[in-house]
C-alpha cells in the first residue's frame, strides 16, 4: 500500500474554487490509478474522479463533470483535485486513493486499496 495525505479543504462561497491535494509516501503515486472520492453527511462515499496510471484515461461523476479536474505531479508524488464552480452540493468530506494491484482507472471504491484520512470541503450558498 501507499501511504496517503490530503489537505486544501476549507470553507468557501458557492461559485468559488478549492485545490485538495494529496501527498503519496512509500511508493511512486505514478505507477498506479488514483482517484478522488466524496462522502456528503448522512449519505455513502460516492466516486468523483479517477485517472489510469498512464494519465491517458480520466473518470468523472457526471455531478462534478467540467467542473472538476483530477491530475498528478509525479514529481512531487502528489494528486491533486481542482473544484471550480462549486455548489453547496459539493460539501462533503474527500477523499483521495490509490489501486496499487491494477493498472486502470475505476469508478468503484472496491478497487482501491490506499485511502487518505479525508478533508472537509464546505461551500456555503
Known amino acids: 500500500q501507499v501511504q496517503l495525505v490530503e489537505s486544501g479543504g476549507g470553507l468557501v462561497q458557492a461559485g468559488g474554487s478549492l485545490r485538495l491535494s494529496c501527498a503519496a509516501s512509500?511508493?511512486?503515486?505514478?505507477?498506479?490509478?488514483i482517484g478522488w472520492f466524496r462522502q456528503a453527511p448522512g449519505k455513502d462515499r460516492m466516486f468523483v474522479a479517477s485517472?489510469?496510471?498512464?494519465?491517458?484515461?480520466?473518470y468523472y461523476a457526471d455531478s462534478v463533470k467540467g467542473r472538476f479536474t483530477i491530475s498528478r505531479d509525479s514529481t512531487k508524488n502528489t494528486m491533486f483535485l481542482q473544484m471550480n464552480s462549486l455548489e453547496p452540493e459539493d460539501t462533503a468530506v474527500y477523499y483521495c486513493?490509490?489501486?496499487?494491484?491494477?493498472?486502470?482507472?475505476?469508478?468503484?471504491?472496491?478497487?482501491?486499496?490506499?485511502w487518505g484520512q479525508g478533508t472537509q470541503v464546505t461551500v456555503s450558498s
Open positions: 512509500g511508493r511512486a503515486l505514478r505507477k498506479y490509478p
Open positions: 486513493a490509490a489501486r496499487t494491484s491494477g493498472s486502470s482507472g475505476s469508478t468503484s471504491e472496491a478497487v482501491f486499496d490506499s
Open positions: 485517472i489510469n496510471w498512464s494519465g491517458s484515461s480520466t
